[in-house]
């Protein structure tokens, strides 16, 4: 099992910034590939960006140029950099940590979600 804990969300003003943390405990072995996703009210949740155990990101289009996702292998944590935020990045960002084959997941762990909120 992987316990992943994430941290940073908060309510922050439109144009600023947040920094989300996930860290990530017990079977590390498990996880290549880690990520964040959000769920706003009413709507499916969706990728943000996700990272490789090597490195490479992926961005989702609505967040290219805006966010930036990173991650420490030997502290097994994953960051994402936020800023430029709009009232429509409001919403639950969960930490995801598996293994993919292409963009397929085929092992996958959640965190319990932090709460962002952008005020216009």
């Known amino acids: 099992q992987v316990q992943l804990v994430e941290s940073g969300g908060g309510l922050v003003q439109a144009g600023g910034s947040l920094r989300l943390s996930c860290a990530a405990s017990g079977s590390i072995f498990s996880i290549n590939d880690m990520g964040w996703y959000r769920q706003a009210p009413g709507k499916q949740r969706e990728l943000v960006a996700t990272?490789?155990?090597?490195?490479?990101?992926n961005y989702a289009d609505f967040v290219k140029g805006r966010f930036t996702i990173s991650r420490d292998n030997a502290k097994n944590t994953v960051d994402l950099q936020m800023n430029s935020l709009t009232p429509e990045d409001t919403a639950v960002y969960y930490c995801k940590a598996g293994k993919r084959t292409g963009s397929l997941w085929t092992s996958a762990y959640w965190g319990q979600g932090t709460q962002v909120t952008v005020s216009s």
């Open positions: 990272i490789t155990s090597g490195g490479i990101p």
